[in-house]
């Protein structure tokens, strides 16, 4: 019998998977820091010796060029694509044996072009229900965007996705596992379940998609009302299309200190980001720092506000925290931490040089300011989904991923307050706005959530 062990990438709702069997392992679409699956497989007694991609992914960079190096595994990619790294192109219906799992690539376009999913059967178990690793073409509750490449190609990938899920998908058996390439949260669907697994029976009886039948219908509605896409997208794409380039074997970010940080704060090819909690940087921060902290929502902010050709340098609080946010910044493609001052903000007032605080408002007095229109004006940073859902009353929406192009809108002659949903992007909102000079600004404690726990009647959809 084989198998399967999943590993979820935070902050990317993304899942890779691990099929082992015998003394063999497969991984499918590995993550960029690849020491996990290698952990894994020591603890196994297992040695990796197969490497699936399913496409070339825009939400992440892969870490399949950088697993097939380390561990002397096949990497197999579509052979529609030609990357330039070592790899072994892969055809529809090539198949594999790992141990007692008998794997068939199936060529599967509507996400992207080359599209493959992995219908996976236990030769030493006939009676084990099969399982489909199915990518970004289906998930738990929805299907892949066929529009995050562009519009153009979007029209004829939107078709083809229909032909994969009923032609091909829908011929497999219902009582087939599937498992998905993400989980809520990803941007790759727009009503993605937080439920890990599903059959494909349950998803033909439940998934909205799969219940339009008719071709056009199926169209319209995978065209429509898709969450937007961040910048950073097109270049992840484009980077696994062409050949992602291995990590360096050395943490390749240097002790900074003070005076150097301070030369990076006034220096624009360079970035100064505070990778620390909401309350620290609050607290306590470097005039002039970014606020990014290690979170969830750190590969979504970054890929959306800046520029990867900015050196980076963190403030964390020791070299492990370093390590820590290097991992998280090359999941997408952000190779250029150069950085870091040990000892953070401790070390930056030890050499007597000022810091610059935060303020955190408590729920109680934002649900003041919305009852008092006039006395502040509440930022909602949240998406345009979230907003429509529900706000309070007199909040004026900015978008985060909008806020740097829309800073005219945010008044100079009355407090502000910037709300999210949690705190997480509050803080970046501010940190934004403190280095562009405002400097009567807030931030609501706990967000919108916290804001209307007490009071739900307060919220204004």
């Known amino acids: 019998m084989y198998r399967v062990e999943t590993i979820v990438t935070p902050g990317l709702a993304q899942n890779s998977y691990m099929i082992l069997s015998g003394n063999e392992a497969a991984v499918i679409d590995p993550r960029r820091d690849v020491q996990i699956y290698k952990e894994i497989a020591e603890r196994e007694g297992v040695r990796i010796t197969h490497v699936f991609e399913t496409h070339s992914h825009a939400d992440f960079v892969s870490g399949g060029p950088q697993l097939a190096a380390e561990t002397g595994a096949t990497l197999y990619i579509s052979a529609l694509v030609n990357p330039n ?66 519009q153009a190609l979007a029209e004829e990938l939107a078709p083809k996705l229909y ?78 299309r062409a050949g992602v380039p291995l990590l ?53 902010w970054l890929g959306w506000l800046f520029s990867p050709d900015r050196k980076i ?9 370093a390590r820590d946010y290097f991992a998280w910044l090359a999941r997408v493609g952000y190779d250029n931490l150069v950085g870091y001052l040990p000892g953070g903000i401790t070390a930056w007032q030890a050499a007597g040089k000022p810091v610059e605080t935060l303020t955190v408002l408590p729920p109680e007095t934002v649900r003041h300011q919305a009852e008092h229109p006039g006395e502040a004006q509440i930022i909602d940073v949240r998406t345009p989904r979230e907003f429509a859902a529900g706000t309070l009353p007199g909040a004026h929406s900015i978008p985060l991923c909008e806020l740097p192009g829309r800073m005219q809108e945010v008044p100079t002659d009355r407090p502000v307050t910037l709300m999210c949903q949690g705190g997480y992007r509050g803080t970046i909102a501010a940190s934004l706005l403190l280095n562009a000079g405002y400097r009567n600004v807030a931030n609501a404690a706990g967000g919108y959530a916290a804001v209307t726990a007490a009071e739900p009647a307060l919220t204004r959809a």
């Open 248 to 300: 360096p074997e050395q943490f390749p970010a240097r002790e900074f200190r003070v005076e150097e940080v301070e030369a990076a704060l006034q220096d624009p090819t360079y970035l100064v980001v505070d990778a620390r909690s909401p309350e620290e940087y609050a607290a306590g921060h470097i005039p002039g720092s970014v606020y990014l902290g290690l979170d969830p929502g750190l590969p979504t």
């Open 163 to 240: 032909d994969s899920v009923f032609g091909v998908i829908g011929m497999l058996p219902p009582e087939t596992i599937l498992y998905p390439g993400h989980g809520a949260g990803s941007l790759c669907g727009r009503t993605l379940s937080e439920k890990p697994t599903s059959t494909l029976g349950e998803e033909f009886a439940t998934n909205p998609a799969l219940q339009i039948r008719d071709k056009q219908e199926f169209v319209a509605y995978m065209m429509s009302g898709q969450p937007r896409v961040p910048t950073n997208f097109s270049r992840m794409a484009a980077l696994n």
């Open 313 to 321: 340098v963190a403030i964390v609080h020791d070299e492990a925290q």
């Open 85 to 150: 790294v070592p790899h072994q192109p892969l055809h529809d219906n090539d198949t594999f044996q790992i141990g007692d799992a008998r794997i068939v690539a199936l060529h599967t376009p509507g996400h992207t072009p080359e599209h493959m999913a992995y219908y996976v059967t236990d030769t030493a178990d006939l009676s084990a229900p099969p399982a489909l690793f199915s990518g970004d073409l289906m998930f738990v509750g929805d299907l892949g965007r066929p529009e995050l490449l562009g």
